[in-house]
């Protein structure tokens, strides 16, 4: 079945942006219930209490795959297997929701942060922590 194109008028202008506005309104309405929620200190102490959890985390840049992660957190401190990485991942994905799988590949799974790990910042802590150095 062959798409039948919507004609551009002003009032359908009009109607997206009312859309663009109100999902805008949303997002933000969402960010400061998680600001103020405690959720920032309660996964900052997770990731205090589990060093490769934070090291993951913060390996996730939307090009590395899954391997990728292994690769360089062996590198890093020799430790990191295929299974680890993969229970982090979905701790992350799952429990946490901060970050989501963006593309699948014949190389493997990218991942990225959520609107919710920039929300709160999560990078930001770490990278001030001594994990980063």
């Keep these: 079945m062959e798409a039948v194109p919507v004609p551009e008028t002003p009032d359908l202008f009009n109607e997206v942006a009312i859309l663009r506005d109100q999902v ?22 997770a990731m205090r209490k589990d060093d490769l959890l934070a090291r993951v985390f913060l390996l996730v840049d939307g090009r590395r795959t899954q391997k990728d992660i292994v690769t360089e957190l062996v590198a890093q401190n020799g430790k990191g297997s295929q299974a680890t990485v993969s229970r982090k991942l979905e701790q992350l994905a799952e429990d946490w929701d901060l970050v989501r799988p963006t593309s699948r590949g014949a ?15 999560i990078k930001r802590a770490l990278m001030k922590s001594p994990l980063a150095k």
């Design 24 to 45: 805008e309104d949303m997002a933000k309405t969402v960010s400061a219930l998680a600001r103020h929620s405690g959720m920032r200190d309660e996964l900052l102490e």
């Design 107 to 121: 190389n493997g799974t990218r991942y990225v942060h959520t609107s919710l790990a920039a929300d709160l910042k």
